[in-house]
């Protein structure tokens, strides 16, 4: 935190003469993290979408649920005023029973009637009864699994919080030299420009990026849980160079690999965690025009991704 506000200081007190590609530096900085905002903003989005998506399966099943009790609850009265007549029958079955035995038959027969309409409506609110439990039953299980969802979402993304903030604190003496750590739409993004890892042209990488390697190596090796995918990226200027190399996918998928074979000198990593991909100049993150920004695309993004087995079974259940 002091050399963060040291740091902020003198860029305040230098702001007054910066040259302008020191400026326009900056400028194309603060474009790419407005990029990035938007990135994760959408990603953002589309998680409260399936979020909203599960809610709304809720309400509805919420409904279902209050339609049924409303229909078993005139079938309760119905039941009710059935019952109601079939007293005043039975009550008028015994006066004219004293009367006429024609009446007495006929007062049978409406008995029977009755009692057919009553074991009818009994048969039908029983079923009512019975399809309001079950909706009852997968009411609370949706309710439950949207709670569980939330929660194992919450607890993900803290956790890839706490391994960006351990990343950044293993990392901390590579800070200006071309390596950013951040986090975005769940997933934690190490990138280090060439300058650290690389020298032009080659995929050996040097002490210092070696270095670099080992430490995020070393907080890696403590979360078994995230996929690491390393991509190798170039700007945009064709590989004029001869021998191993057929061209900039291929040197950016040579460079990929030789991080993760640095990475796999770390006995404590999964090797089935690792994978290396190249991606030649086809995923720039600056312009291609500067030579500053060919210096940002030309990169290893080192991509941490955690399992998702349990929020996919969530999704699936619901």
């Known amino acids: ?19 302008p590609k020191v400026y326009k530096d900056l400028e194309s900085k603060y474009n790419i993290l407005k990029d990035q905002n938007r990135e994760l903003s959408a990603e953002n989005d589309a998680l409260s979408s399936t979020k909203n998506k599960a809610l709304n399966d809720l309400e509805s099943l919420q409904k279902q649920y209050d339609d049924v009790l409303a229909q078993r609850d005139k079938l309760q009265a119905d039941y009710q005023a059935t019952k109601s007549n079939l007293d005043n029958m039975k009550a008028s079955y015994d006066a004219l029973e004293k009367n006429s035995s024609a009446s007495i038959a006929q007062n049978a027969q409406k008995n029977r009637e009755l009692l057919a309409q009553l074991e009818a ?9 019975s399809r309001l439990e079950k909706l009852k039953r997968e009411l609370e299980e949706r309710s439950n699994r949207v709670a569980e969802l939330e929660s194992v979402i919450s607890a993900k993304d803290a956790d890839m919080k ?7 604190s293993a990392l901390t003496d590579f800070e200006g030299k071309g390596l950013t750590v951040e986090q975005r739409g769940g997933k934690v993004y190490v990138s280090m420009e060439n300058k650290l ?4 042209g080659s995929w050996a990488v040097g002490s210092n990026g070696k270095q670099a390697v080992k430490q ?8 078994p849980e995230i996929a690491i995918l390393i991509e190798g990226h170039t ?27 640095i990475l796999r000198e770390n ?10 991909a190249g991606r030649g100049e086809y995923a720039p993150i600056a312009s291609n025009e500067t030579s500053e920004g060919k210096a940002k695309n030309r990169r290893i993004e080192v991509i941490l991704t955690p399992k998702l087995d349990e929020i996919t079974k969530l999704l699936d259940d619901m």
């Open 121 to 129: 409506k009994e048969q039908a609110l029983a079923t009512e009864n």
């Open 1 to 19: 935190m002091k050399k963060f506000f040291l740091s902020t200081l003198v860029i305040v007190l230098i702001t007054s003469c910066v040259s």
């Open 197 to 200: 890892l690389f020298e032009s």
């Open 267 to 276: 006995p404590s990593i999964n090797p089935e965690n690792l994978t290396a």
């Open 162 to 168: 706490r391994l960006k903030d351990a990343i950044s």
């Open 235 to 261: 700007d945009n200027v064709p590989y004029k160079g001869s021998g191993q190399l057929s061209g900039n996918w291929d040197l950016s998928t040579k460079r990929a690999t030789a991080i993760v074979n």
């Open 216 to 223: 995020l190596g070393s907080v890696l090796a403590d979360n």
